[in-house]
């Protein structure tokens, strides 16, 4: 096929590359690997190894944040656990970022009455002076309102943003409320203000303030932004029903660092028949520090270096590569994520499929794909697999995990084990993210669906397509 | 009666002297007293002003640990209040104590694996050296271990207590567990121990510890004392299972501050007929540090004075005195409550009844009274006005609140409405004490049992007991 053709065919139709096989219709798997695979499933509800993965790395590491002291102590973890696990492969690649010091924080109010307050600064934000920086306090509703007013109401003041996160399982409430988090900053800044609070970015009532990376678009003048922990959000509107003004003293030292070079940590378990196709099973190795990284992403990890390992232990090889890919610093800018990509870029039509496991360690309910259309016989099949585990049919628009999104754009074919993330966001970037937020059987649960999803793709006879790349 | 006559009746039957009747038997209500009852119960559920109570003393005022800063300025909130509800008769009694500062806490373990721990002073622990203090840690899995073990173990290290408070609806688990925070340190001491960790007595999995107070026994080395959060005591656990020392710096800047005077803060609803003779309704006014008091104990300041606020508002008069008696003091040694007793050990006669709301606002769902037995029929009549609020009733052994204790231990009558203390633990005594806590409905039930009570209590014909003093 000349280009021309492949072009026209990508605009028109959207229709995905055939990966390896002759046919674009994949087979259809036999009653002997849908057995095998049901016996992984199986095997990992009451034999996984995830529980006590978790448990290491937070108690062995803590938290790791991109080029903190952590960061290395994660990336030596991983590799020592690979091993343990007897992983055929494993290797690490760099990822190179600018670093981020939290530094300390404190904030208060000054007037009408004197209370101190819950703060956490979000990542990437500036200083302030070193005696702290001391505002009124001008309120908005959300991010929107803060758009539309006049900015002599801004100047001058530290805007404060109360948006409260709504919760649901799936957690689409975030995407709601964190725009305020991410590009409040800017638009205060717009407006001539001094400092931004936020309400945290999360569903609880705890007085821990959730933390969270934001960015200074170019060209406007940083100013210093943090969150406040939820009941001091409540504490805030309190004072200002006062009507009158409530003035804020508000101090954080965070500083930028000088770049770091990290490491994506990666662990093969290698194919039998196809060795160079890949099933690329991810999660982060980086945390926030505020926590000890256990929803966020230890369960991940552990889910995927569980689920590998029990296809390891089979007596049945897979024909394809099963590859975990603890990825870097995904926390302040998807850094490993898009690193992978562009490193891999010539081998991505060797990966099959790709999933991800960065949505704490709630029950899987739902399973969707992003597959070329003549693949989706075989979802149904998977699906038969997973069902008993009490997952449903999702649709075939998964978009992956945040890591592996930079792959999925650039064509590879991608799956979403949903999980149920009802309290995810209670916890979420904050100091309570710790391991007894995890279930252990909720963790199995996952390490199951993995297991069997993972084995079934590195079986499958015919590809699941690849994708023309997304703007 | 001579002398020899009251305290041969005293030792040998333990029966109670009349108050004010001629008859040792009260009168039953009269139906139109029910039905006042009644309506004030009504009325509670309604139009109850608990909430805005609690709403302006956290916001207004917040922490008030005693001798704090905040602590004037609750004793200004509550006169204030007291003076916008209208009542008759406002007044304050000084209580004086010793005083607590409790500075900057930190700890981390230094190996095997560094981490941040979240830890607060105990109430009362000295500090630490200025850098901190270094030892290896040693686990007990409850005081009574650590009693029996030998000093050799003990000595030159930081004794860590890991005892898991449980979680009951009438929540004692508390004095399972407490004995460590308020005696560790001494036993911990005897044997040699430099500091003492204890798991935070608390039931919830939230990374903030909880504080309380603790002492030193006389003639023991004070030693620092802290708690840690629930999940790192967790985390210490696994640490320690690896079998490998772990090592602990910890630094607290706490001191002793001077002797201070507060108040107790006193609000009557002036009987009409009797008002000599008073109804006690207590709450303690003062807090921790850490959150804003809500819990412990903004709700029971708020379920009092509203409570007699409402009795206030009827057209008809209360026979005798409702006082709602906000005791200074509370948290580190029930200063304002034994001040109470002693100051008014001559009039306590006159107290027909005491009855102190101090466990959060969760609804009340059992009513006991410590009353004498002749007097039981009228209990019977009380309860047919609460029960319909879901309250059961309880025994004759109620033990009134901790400021009421040592006005009950000098003979007064008490009653006990028990409110459920299911998740009261999870918050009591942290910096996660905060408004959002109290359910505004639950609130209001309370307000409905104690309007109820009071007025029924303030219209009795005769009493309910005074008894013999308790050792």
């Not at 995904?330 to 039509?349: I, P, T, V």
Request: net charge negative; proline share 4%.
């Amino acid at each position: 096929m000349n280009k021309l053709f492949i072009s026209l065919i990508m605009c028109c139709f959207a229709i995905p590359f055939s990966l390896a096989s002759a046919s674009d219709t994949p087979e259809l798997f036999s009653t002997s690997q849908l057995q095998i695979a049901e016996k992984l499933r199986d095997n990992a509800l009451i034999n996984s190894k995830a529980w006590s993965i978790v448990e290491s790395l937070t108690t062995e590491v803590g938290p790791r944040m991109g080029g903190s002291k952590g960061d290395p102590r994660a990336v030596l973890w991983a590799e020592k656990k690979f091993k343990e696990l007897d992983f055929d492969v494993i290797q690490k690649e760099p990822v190179t970022f600018p670093t981020w010091i939290r530094g300390k924080e404190s904030a208060q109010i000054v007037s009408p009455y004197q209370q101190n307050l819950v703060i956490t600064a979000l990542g990437n934000s500036i200083a302030t002076p070193d005696k702290g920086l001391e505002g009124e306090i001008v309120q908005f509703n959300s991010i929107d309102e803060l758009r539309e007013v006049d900015a002599s109401k801004v100047k001058g003041k530290i805007v404060f943003i109360s948006k409260k996160m709504p919760r649901f399982r799936d957690g689409h409430g975030y995407g709601e409320t964190v725009g305020g988090r991410s590009a409040g900053a800017t638009e205060a800044s717009k407006k001539g203000a001094i400092a931004i609070l936020i309400r945290s970015v999360g569903t609880d009532s705890n007085r821990l303030a959730h933390t969270g990376n934001m960015s200074y678009k170019d060209g406007v003048k940083p100013i210093p932004a943090a969150a406040l922990s939820n009941p001091d959000a409540d504490l805030m509107l309190n004072m200002l029903k006062r009507n009158k003004p409530v003035v804020v003293n508000m101090m954080l030292s965070s500083s930028a660092g000088e770049e770091y070079t990290s490491y994506t940590v990666i662990g093969e378990i290698t194919g039998s028949t196809k060795p160079d196709e890949v099933v690329l099973l991810g999660a982060h190795l980086d945390s926030w520090d505020l926590g000890t990284g256990a929803i966020d992403d230890g369960a991940g990890v552990a889910i995927v270096m569980a689920a590998a390992k029990l296809i390891k232990e089979m007596p049945e090889k897979p024909k394809r590569t099963i590859r975990v890919v603890l990825f870097a610093n995904e926390e302040q800018g998807l850094f490993g994520g898009k690193e992978y990509a562009r490193a891999h870029r010539d081998e991505l039509r060797k990966h099959i499929v790709g999933v991800e496991s960065d949505f704490g360690a709630g029950k899987i309910w739902k399973f969707s794909t992003k597959f070329k259309l003549s693949a989706l016989h075989v979802t149904k099949q998977i699906h038969s697999v997973l069902e008993p585990l009490g997952i449903e049919m999702g649709n075939n628009k998964a978009s992956g995990g945040p890591d592996i999104i930079h792959s999925r754009k650039a064509g590879m074919a991608v799956a979403t084990l949903s999980q149920d993330g009802i309290d995810y966001f209670d916890y979420h970037h904050t100091a309570n993210d710790t391991l007894d937020k995890i279930d252990p059987e909720s963790l199995s649960q996952n390490v199951a669906a993995y297991a069997a999803f993972s084995w079934l793709m590195a079986e499958l006879e015919g590809d699941v397509g690849f994708f023309p790349p997304e703007e």
